[in-house]
């Protein structure tokens, strides 16, 4: 790869291709789609959390004046997810609802007042079931079992892996160390309400805008509930108005629009209320946690066990993905010479959970993070320097089988500790102190009801899954590059964008490699008609994939341009580049043609010019059941220093500051890569703050925006992004992935801020005034300074799958 | 109940049948086709759907074309002059404020109010000013550059 100063494009901080069209509302949203003779659909929701449906007279609803169809579960009984392994959705309910929420009908009419009065008027008959609320209740045997195919009555899924010699591990510890940690669920809370618009058009083709992360695996869920071959079948992905993960997940609406638009021959336009979108959900997954370590004085671990039990909501969606994820990234961080993980997920009746920015990873980190601030204390270690010590090395696998290509992690938390000023901050208050875990930091300013604290953690994210969501053998990514004889270049991807900047991220590459500029490129993305498959935005994969593929597609382009110049110049091909719009010879640069002229001799020499890209993620799974989850290229690296204010007499944590540290390998385009950790840091706050998606008799708590507490600008922490840009070999021009993993060391920073302030743990998400206060007067009554669940259910869990760690990975240092 | 009403919206005199119930947002978005504005939640709880209304920020969810004719009513699509787009408009788009840019169209109405009223105002002023218009994708840093950006053009 060329170096950085020989760049002209990657790595400068500059605008997204789009961003003229966002400020000045020309972008189309799926919702501003109107097209001629539209009507409009609404889907009947399900007002039980779990129930059978005896009967639906839709009679009443489809006599109303302007509705035009009304269909139930039979008009759509074949089942659809996301996964492979669980399909058991249906667009419309057929004989069973799991949630309040769960679409029960669906109406089209001539305007959206018409549809939502016909919605009144079909009358359900309900049969009530027993809800199952909670993780407990989930594992009760006693209750109704949500799904007949779960791997035990309500445990969707249970996973149980040994990595390395457990034993040995805990035997070499100087101290045992034992913890229960819960992460609250929460919500993407996209401020674009999903959206689509079904068109089954006269020629017997059906075509689908959608706010949708993942056109093609939408486009497979319709062949599979519509009965119509994929050939037929076009899925557009419409610029979508912030995803995190919400919009990744074949839905209901898409399918219900869909037939609908079947039924009666025009387009129908579906878009979900905020309610709806509550209901929609696939959000983050509330995990109770068990971790048990082995250390040694000096805080090398020796040996980790890891319990989760997530709490799934009525359906499959990514579950058994996030189950995995939520084992499956411990290790890639420190190094650790023997890991056992065990973990369940279960089906409750709420709405389902799926994946949300950072996919069962934050969960695992918070607890693992704050575990080890609490190791560092009890062994009265500085945790930044614990941490920084044992970060893994380079071109290493971890024990579970992992690939480490490059790991800029160490820098990180140099670059946070010294922006933050940690080491003169910190080294007032700690103290050494015996293992007891009792003994606490003291930061108090005698007098004060307002303490300050400072804290730190680390984490760490793939960069795109190492295996589809289905199996197959083919590409993830393909991107199709066309030169036409005006000089124009235009880029096919399926690839999505959702806000992050996948779509100039190919206009940026095709233009370093044609020595154009990126406003030269035209990007076409996100249409199965069109574009070659990208698997989606999800998972951090696009950069890393899409990127790899559209260099292949470019440089198959370029080689041709670049022979036909040669051979008119009367120079070889390898003397020549292209910069500035032209190809010049570097031998002589008095020999150059312009991009269009070279193009020119390129078409007549070889006929139509365009090249075309595919990636496939290099096989690195390891020798187990289960080895599918994890891998990854590369992982990007993120430590982060919280700076707290903490109210003693209100129980109020104020976040001051966030210094945030984040290695995506080569920044593509900086300026887009500091965005993604900003708002990272955003979200890490907002969840480990106030974001929940709580419950309260059996319903959602707060389906509203009002009541959903996010942050706004005035609770928002000053937030300084700091890149750490290692080249790694996976990536195009050594990118990794920016877009999930900067939000995970962010809650457990903070919860360890809370704690050196303070001096109480508070061992759950979001962290709120009344827990604060809660052990606050724990504290004070000379009980545990903690708030937190006080125990992990007793699980029969399954043997555990016990596999060999790699050749190359951490050893256990006697 | 529909009835004749008359908008004045970005300078133009709009004549429209609507029912009375609709709110400005409907209309603005079905009726006039003026789709740059945006709704989250149409209860008035996101800001997204903002728009000026002699100049004052006005959630445009909750406010009814019938109490606002002969109002002057400023939507995105008014913000540039002709072909040039606002000073806030280029910094957003320059600065990386706009991500996902679905909240993009309200915040910068929100903000022309702000730098209508106090052009050259302090981070907090900036922050007081936003606080009402929710974004997910950006952690507001970089639409606080922008802003202050464009209050030095």
């Known amino acids: 790869m060329p170096n950085n100063h020989k760049l002209a494009v990657i790595g400068h901080a500059q605008p997204k291709i789009e961003s003229m069209q966002k400020v000045t509302g020309e972008t189309q949203y799926a919702d501003d789609l109107f097209l001629p003779r539209m009507v409009y659909g609404k889907i009947l929701r399900s007002v039980y959390p779990h129930a059978r449906i005896i009967g639906i007279d839709t009679a009443r609803a489809e006599a109303l004046p302007g509705v035009l169809a009304v269909i139930t579960g039979k008009d759509l009984p074949i089942k659809f997810g996301i996964m492979p392994s669980s399909q058991d959705e249906e667009a419309l309910c057929v004989d069973r609802v799991r949630f309040v929420g769960d679409p029960v009908a669906g109406v089209a009419a001539i305007d959206e007042e018409t549809a939502e009065r016909a919605l009144d008027l079909i009358e359900v008959e309900y049969e009530p079931l027993a809800p199952i609320m909670s993780i407990r209740e989930g594992l009760d045997p006693t209750l109704p079992q949500i799904h007949e195919y779960a791997d035990q009555h309500n445990v969707h899924k249970f996973v149980s892996l040994e990595f390395g010699d457990m034993e040995a591990g805990f035997k070499a510890a100087d101290h045992i160390r034992e913890d229960i940690f819960f992460y609250e669920g929460d919500t993407h809370l996209p401020m674009e309400e999903h959206s689509c618009v079904g068109h089954y058009s006269a020629d017997g083709k059906l075509t689908l805008y959608s706010s949708t992360q993942t056109p093609h695996y939408v486009h497979r869920a319709l062949e599979k509930t519509l009965e119509m071959p994929r050939g037929h079948i076009r899925v557009i992905a419409s610029p979508v108005g912030g995803g995190f993960g919400g919009k990744t997940d074949p839905f209901s609406h898409e399918i219900v629009a869909c037939k609908l638009s079947m039924l009666i021959g025009r387009p129908v336009k579906i878009t979900l209320t905020r309610e709806e979108v509550f209901y929609t959900h696939r959000g983050r997954h509330p995990v109770l946690m068990w971790v048990k370590s082995g250390f040694k004085r000096d805080g090398q671990i020796t040996a980790l066990h890891f319990k989760t039990a997530l709490d799934g909501g009525g359906y499959g969606s990514y579950g058994i993905a996030s189950t995995y994820y939520t084992g499956a990234l411990q290790t890639v961080t420190y190094k650790i010479p023997a890991y056992k993980f065990e973990g369940l997920r279960v089906f409750t009746n709420k709405p389902p959970c799926g994946p949300k920015r950072g996919h069962g990873t934050p969960q695992p980190r918070f607890g693992l993070e704050v575990h080890l601030d609490k190791i560092a204390h009890d062994l009265g270690l500085d945790p930044a320097e614990m941490r920084r010590k044992y970060v893994v090395d380079d071109a290493t696998k971890t024990v579970n089988h992992l690939t480490i290509t490059t790991c800029g992690l160490r820098q990180c938390i140099d670059e946070v500790t010294k922006a933050s000023g940690w080491k003169q ?262 969840e480990a703050m106030m974001e929940e998606s709580a419950f309260r008799k059996n319903m959602h708590k707060i389906p509203s925006m009002l009541e959903y507490k996010s942050p706004t600008t005035l609770d928002t922490p000053e937030i300084e992004a700091i890149l750490v840009e290692t080249i790694d070999p996976e990536g195009p021009y050594g990118a990794k992935e920016a877009g999930q993993g900067p939000l995970l060391p962010v809650p457990p920073a903070i919860a360890n801020a809370v704690f050196d302030a303070v001096g109480v743990r508070i061992d759950e998400v979001p962290i709120t005034p009344d827990k604060v206060l809660k052990a606050l007067e724990e504290k004070s009554k000379g009980k545990e300074p903690r708030f937190g669940p006080k125990d992990f259910p007793n699980i029969t869990w399954p043997e555990p799958i016990k596999v060999e760690p790699p050749e190359n990975a951490p050893k256990l240092v006697q | 109940m529909k009835q004749i009403i008359h908008l004045k919206v970005n300078g133009q005199d709009y004549e429209v049948y609507v029912a009375v119930n609709k709110t400005l947002l409907e209309v603005l978005r079905e009726d006039l086709n003026l789709t740059g504005t945006k709704h989250g939640c149409e209860l008035g709880e996101c800001g997204t759907c903002t728009v000026l209304i002699d100049g004052e920020p006005v959630l445009s969810c909750l406010a009814l074309p019938i109490e606002l004719q002969g109002r002057e009513i400023t939507t995105i699509e008014g913000l540039a002059e002709g072909a040039n787009p606002h000073p806030l408009q280029t910094a957003f788009a320059e600065l990386g404020a706009a991500q996902c840019g679905y909240c993009t169209p309200g915040m910068l109405l929100s903000s022309k109010a702000l730098l209508d009223q106090h052009p050259h105002p302090s981070r907090d002023e900036i922050k007081h000013a936003l606080s009402g218009n929710l974004c997910r994708c950006t952690g507001y840093t970089k639409i606080y550059e922008a802003v202050e950006k464009a209050s030095k053009t």
């Open chain 1, 425 to 686: 901050k910190t080294a007032d208050h700690r103290q050494p102190t015996a293992v007891s875990g009792q003994k606490l930091a003291l930061s108090a300013v005698e007098g004060s009801a307002v303490k300050h604290g400072l804290g730190i953690a680390c984490g760490s994210y793939l960069s795109g899954a190492g295996l589809p969501i289905y199996w197959n053998d083919l590409p993830h990514s393909g991107v199709i590059v066309k030169v036409d004889r005006g000089g124009g270049v235009a880029v096919f991807c399926g690839s999505t964008d959702i806000g992050q900047g996948s779509d100039s991220l190919l206009a940026y590459i095709a233009a370093e490699e044609f020595g154009l500029k990126p406003k030269d490129i035209k990007v076409i993305t996100a249409d199965t008609d069109l574009t070659p498959v990208d698997l989606g935005s999800y998972s951090s994969r696009v950069t890393v994939m899409t990127g790899n593929a559209c260099i292949q597609a470019t440089r198959q382009v370029k080689e041709k341009i670049l022979q036909a110049t040669a051979e008119k110049l009367l120079v070889p091909a390898e003397s020549l580049s292209m910069r500035d719009g032209m190809v010049i010879c570097e031998d002589d640069e008095n020999r150059q043609l312009s991009f269009v002229d070279a193009v020119n001799l390129a078409e007549k020499k070889f006929g139509t010019l365009s090249g075309t890209g595919s990636y496939k993620p290099p096989k690195r799974a390891g020798p187990f059941k289960g080895s599918g989850v994890g891998p990854s290229p590369s992982y990007s690296y993120s430590a982060c220093v919280a700076s707290v204010s903490v109210d003693t007499e209100t129980g109020v944590v104020t976040v001051d500051k966030l210094w945030l540290a984040h290695d995506g390998g080569r920044a593509i385009n900086p300026l887009l890569v500091i965005g993604q950790t900003e708002g990272s840091a955003y979200m890490g706050f907002g």
